[in-house]
């Protein structure tokens, strides 16, 4: 179960974040600084062309991040990590108290991003997975799936 101090009225507290993940490898038997959690969270969202504006993230990013988040922390404690294997393959169990955690965070975000997609799928008749399988299956950007996705959606009415 994620705390409050983590995920905070739909957002993520990037220092308790990282607090927490330190807390967690600590726990697994590892001395892992907060700044270290940081430094590799700020590049993951620089990969990724998000940036770091303030010590806030939304579930979208996080989401997004966080494979490249774990890691990044797996290849700096020195662990083979698997770059097309799935976020945490790396562990093999060693670090428990961060696959808990990590675990918590994934979970938060998918629930998080369902909900959202529910509301604006409410509003607009297509969901966040109708724009993914549409960008798939295109081979197009978010941006242009969407503005598709919208204009089949409307469509004048023929009296």
Not at 57 to 63: E, I
Request: charged residues 20%; negative net charge.
């Amino acid at each position: 179960m994620i705390n409050q101090a983590l995920f905070h009225q739909g957002l993520f507290h990037i220092p308790s974040v990282a607090k927490g993940i330190s807390a967690a490898l600590k726990r697994d038997g590892c001395i892992y600084g907060e700044a270290k959690v940081e430094s590799i969270l700020n590049a993951a969202l620089q990969a990724y062309g998000a940036g770091r504006h303030d010590d806030y993230l939304g579930p979208t990013v996080m989401f997004a991040v966080f494979a490249d988040l774990v890691d990044g922390i797996g290849a700096d404690l020195g662990e083979p990590v698997d770059k097309e294997g799935f976020a945490l393959d790396w562990t093999g169990g060693r670090y428990p108290h961060l696959e808990g955690l990590a675990m918590s965070i994934a979970q938060t975000c998918v629930k998080e991003i369902s909900a959202a997609s529910a509301a604006h799928e409410a509003m607009s008749g297509y969901g966040f997975g109708d724009v993914f399988v549409r960008m798939m299956e295109q081979g197009i950007g978010p941006e242009e799936a969407a503005k598709q996705l919208q204009a089949e959606r409307i469509q004048p009415t023929k009296h």
